[in-house]
């Protein structure tokens, strides 16, 4: 279980900025545009440069933290327009039909965690509240050892040692950790949900012997989803899971037999009979051209950037206007903007002396935009970030009675 979000996004100091950007575009779009629009936008894409664009942004925010990216995904607001997982439910579809790489980049943006494991215990399980030919009646509990994180920083922590006995005691998962090298996960499969074979059909998650896929003391290079349990005002309850009914020949459950990594279909088009160092480089080249894509000569799609930037622009516009005699009760509040922003303040005294700074993300002084003596009534100050890098800043406006702070995201 994890508290539900108390905001969204939640921004952190220590996000990357390819992280931050991808919370503050999600921002937007959920705050400020809507369904329409958006389905508009997805319909008109093809594999071009914001297609590429979307998904190093996508797989940055989901590779930092999965779990506070699926409680954003869970996040609830009434102002929202369109809720985060809409969006990347919207994303997933487009990646899915219209990328060269099309299975393997909608399975890399979309999953959560993807790690290299070594099965430590297994037991299966009976769902007695399911129907008897549910597929989610019958499977397994896996608990495993990290060989090598591929994707998710942080992953749910399990604490040793618990040895797992039925699915009612399996060890909650209450904190996060960062995804080393010898952390446990565990995770859930159903014997019901199905992979390709070979000839085409559709074979159960167990293997040809009729056990269960998944066994003890192997290693196994696995693609897992948190997934929720239920949702209540305070928490949310989830657990870790494969993706269930996939077009794998091994349920992205792939089995290492002889340093060999079992692929019967060559899933991803990498080619069969790869050693587990030629698979993982095969996938980790994939991701690095995913996350490290830079539009070079090509074209972003401007009108959505666009509409959405103005209907940001007219929120922000007003935001601004609050600069008054006293500090606002949340200093921490955002404005995004691309070239010049007004702020508008007003003195009420006669005559005061203000200053007015620019600090970067480090806290150093960048800019002292200037110190005036002004006079009663309502002043109005720009700023011109035509020379300032992409990034967060923070707006220091001072006088002798009242003293305002102001964070920033510039994007460029």
């Known amino acids: 279980e994890i508290p ?5 996004p939640e921004y952190e100091l220590n996000m990357p ?23 508009d936008f997805l319909t008109r894409q093809e594999y071009n440069d914001t297609l590429k664009t979307l998904m190093k942004h996508y797989y940055h925010v989901v590779d930092w933290d999965p779990l506070k990216f699926m409680q954003s995904r869970f996040y ?6 369109i809720r985060v997982r809409h969006v990347s439910e919207g994303l997933d579809n487009l990646i899915k039909k219209k990328s060269d790489h099309s299975y393997l980049d909608y399975i890399l943006c979309r999953t959560d965690i993807i790690a290299h494991v070594l099965v430590t215990d297994t037991v299966s399980w009976v769902d007695n509240s399911a129907d008897e030919f549910s597929w989610a009646k019958y499977g397994a509990t896996v608990k495993c050892k990290i060989l090598d994180p591929i994707k998710g920083r942080i992953i749910p922590e399990v604490t040793e040692p618990q040895p797992i006995n039925e699915k009612n005691n399996i060890p909650q998962l209450l904190r996060k950790t960062i995804a ?10 159903c014997f019901g949900w199905q992979r390709k074979s070979e000839t085409g ?5 167990r293997d040809s012997s009729g056990a269960p896929w998944i066994k003890k003391d192997k ?39 002889n340093g060999i990594v079992i692929s019967p279909l060559d899933d991803f088009g990498f080619g069969t009979g790869l050693t587990v160092s030629e698979f993982k480089t095969a996938l980790k080249n994939r991701i690095n051209q995913i996350k490290n894509f830079i539009v070079k000569n090509g074209i972003i799609d401007n009108n959505w950037r666009e509409n959405i930037s103005n209907k940001t622009k007219e929120i922000i516009s007003k935001d601004l206007t609050s600069v008054e005699n006293e500090m606002p009760e949340n200093q921490s509040e955002s404005s995004i903007f691309y070239d010049k922003v007004n702020f508008t303040f007003e003195i009420y005294n ?3 002396k203000v200053s007015i700074e620019l600090y970067d993300f480090l806290g150093k002084k960048i800019m002292a ?20 890098n992409s990034g967060i800043y923070f707006v220091t406006i001072k006088s002798e009675n009242f003293n305002q702070t102001k964070k920033m995201i510039i994007i460029k």
């Open 76 to 81: 609830r607001d009434t102002s929202m327009k």
């Open 17 to 39: 900025y390819e992280v931050l950007l991808g919370y503050v575009a999600l921002d937007t779009v959920c705050y400020y545009g809507n369904m329409n629009e958006f389905a």
């Open 4 to 8: 539900q979000a108390l905001s969204f």
């Open 369 to 388: 935009l200037s110190e005036y003596n002004l006079g009663q009534g309502e002043h109005s100050i720009s700023i011109n970030s035509e020379n300032l």
């Open 219 to 257: 290693e196994y290079i696995v693609f897992l989803d948190l997934v929720v349990d239920c949702v209540d005002n305070y928490k949310i309850y989830y657990f870790l899971r494969t993706i269930g009914f996939s077009e794998s020949s091994t349920g992205l459950l792939y089995p290492i037999e």
């Open 350 to 352: 006669f005559s005061e």
């Open 201 to 205: 059909e559709f074979l159960t998650m």
């Open 180 to 189: 080393d090298t010898g952390k446990t996960i565990i995770f859930d499969y």
